[in-house]
């Protein structure tokens, strides 16, 4: 009798552990699906970091396969950056819909001139079915107060740590002529994405150029 109720015990034990590991799995948060400008960021990720091969073969459609080789992905990428210097961040993305398709606009910085769009074309079942290069829109772009003259002042921009880890991007304003005072202002924000994003109605680090010089 006892030999029977330990039996009974261990498979009581058992089941429950069983029945037990299964709730827990069952419970598991399903992982979010990738938005169509999840992926167009990814693409953009991949190609700052000198990556083609994956991307084609698992993102792109069977059409657009035929159209280029990572080789040839390769080749424009290295264009850009000899045209527009060096991919530093990517700044927003902008998502519409055009003729049955979703248009990704993903907007990088780079170290020469600045902003470039890369517009990513997704087909239904979300593969990429076109690849273009195009410029930033930049209707919304800031517009300096009318008191502001920009002939006083020119804006370079500049980079810190060049070819370290850090590289820190920057704006730079100087006054133009000789007769130069010297006022350094610092401001500790997120880079281009506040200093330069086009959509900024109001801003700050563009109206102090043109406000200081009005001063007494």
């Not at 991307?55 to 792109?60: A, V």
């Not at 593969?127 to 410029?135: D, E, M, R, T």
């Not at 003259?149 to 740590?161: A, K, P």
Request: proline content about 7%; glycine content about 6%; some cysteine.
């Amino acid at each position: 009798m006892k030999k029977k109720t330990i039996t009974l015990l261990i498979i009581s034990i058992v089941v429950g552990n069983i029945f037990f590991a299964g709730c827990v799995t069952n419970n598991e948060p399903t992982p979010p699906e990738q938005t169509d400008a999840d992926i167009a960021v990814a693409l953009v990720s991949d190609f700052a970091n000198d990556s083609f091969i994956i991307p084609y073969n698992t993102l792109f459609n069977d059409t657009l396969k035929t159209q280029t080789k990572p080789e040839q992905l390769q080749l424009i990428w290295n264009q850009i950056e000899a045209s527009y210097g060096n991919f530093t961040e990517i700044i927003s993305t902008r998502t519409t819909e055009e003729q049955g398709y979703t248009i990704v606009y993903v907007t990088s910085n780079y170290d020469k001139l600045g902003l470039l769009d890369t517009r990513v074309v997704f087909n239904y079942s979300q593969q990429i079915a076109g690849l273009q290069f195009v410029p930033t829109d930049l209707s919304d772009e800031y517009q300096p107060p009318s008191y502001a003259n920009t002939e006083n002042y020119t804006e370079y921009n500049v980079t810190v740590g060049v070819g370290t880890n850090w590289p820190l991007p920057g704006t730079l304003t100087l006054p133009n002529g000789d007769d130069r005072s010297l006022q350094l202002f610092l401001f500790r924000d997120q880079g281009q994405t506040t200093a330069m994003k086009p959509s900024a109605p109001i801003n700050h680090l563009k109206i102090l150029p043109g406000d200081l010089p009005q001063k007494e």
